[in-house]
């Protein structure tokens, strides 16, 4: 996994992403140890609230997150990075750059974007 963030508690990356939690990598991939009240993890780097929302470019812990994503060995810009008090979001993706993001408040938890997660359920195994 390249070039990602979390802001809630990332409990199990591996089952969300083939093969990370069977040795795989997170690459320029971060979570908000604030927000996610979590201080650790195998995967990617924590940082703070501050940390993921001060780079407003592709600069400092983004510099590797312009990705070439149509293969024609040029970065396409797929982000947008707001002002230093808000997340990254990413551009064309269906919900609208400004729809991603809430309202200004003085609570870091509430800059978290309300975005559907769709196809992400958890499978019961029954007991044999």
């Not at 990705?67 to 024609?72: A, I, M």
Request: hydrophobic share 25%; glycine share 14%; aromatic share 8%.
């Amino acid at each position: 996994m390249t070039a990602s963030y979390s802001t809630s508690v990332v409990s199990s990356w591996g089952s969300l992403t083939t093969g990370l939690g069977r040795g795989g990598n997170a690459v320029s991939s971060y979570w908000d140890t604030q927000t996610s009240g979590q201080s650790g993890s195998s995967l990617g780097a924590g940082k703070t609230t501050a940390e993921l929302q001060a780079p407003t470019g592709y600069t400092g812990i983004y510099a590797n997150w312009n990705r070439d994503l149509d293969g024609d060995g040029n970065g396409d810009d797929p982000w947008d990075f707001g002002t230093g008090s808000q997340y990254p979001v990413l551009k064309n993706t269906g919900p609208s750059v400004a729809g991603q993001r809430p309202e200004s408040s003085d609570d870091p938890a509430a800059e978290q974007p309300d975005i559907p997660r769709q196809g992400l359920r958890r499978r019961r195994r029954r007991a044999d």
